[in-house]
């Protein structure tokens, strides 16, 4: 069952144009759940405290679509904090993501917090399910001696609602 799911996964993700939900997956992710982890395609690192991930400079996400999305359009909510020490070294983000072939507008953050990110998604960009969303930030904190991450922002949760 495992492997069908991941081979569900791949396929539906390399454009099959299948339009069945697989009932594994989910539109709202929280960083701390280990059975949306498998969501999480690229660009996580490991929960930490139990409730968030650090993200690469580039991470991407694997939703489905939830009912009435394909037909009314989506809304896509990214909750995450611009922690301190990203702010000291980079002073500023600008986070954009891509559905599909569709470019989401970018939001530039330049103060320390919570913050979201939120984008209204083309009912064409839901037409089958999962979807793949890729989040793009400017810059990110290289890896160093410390820590070898790349660190870009710290993840809470990503949703997509039906509009």
Known sequence: MKYAAAAFLAIALAGCGSKTVDSELASDLSMNSAQTAKQLLTGFYGVENGAWRWTAKSFSVA?????GAAAKGGKLTFRF????????ALHSVTLSARVKDTALAPETYS???EHVYARDIAAGDLASSPVRVDFMLDQAIPPGPVDVRELGVIANRIILDSK
């Open 63 to 67: 939703l489905a679509v939830p009912a």
């Open 81 to 88: 904090v611009f922690p301190d020490p990203a702010f000291q």
């Open 111 to 113: 103060t320390t917090g």
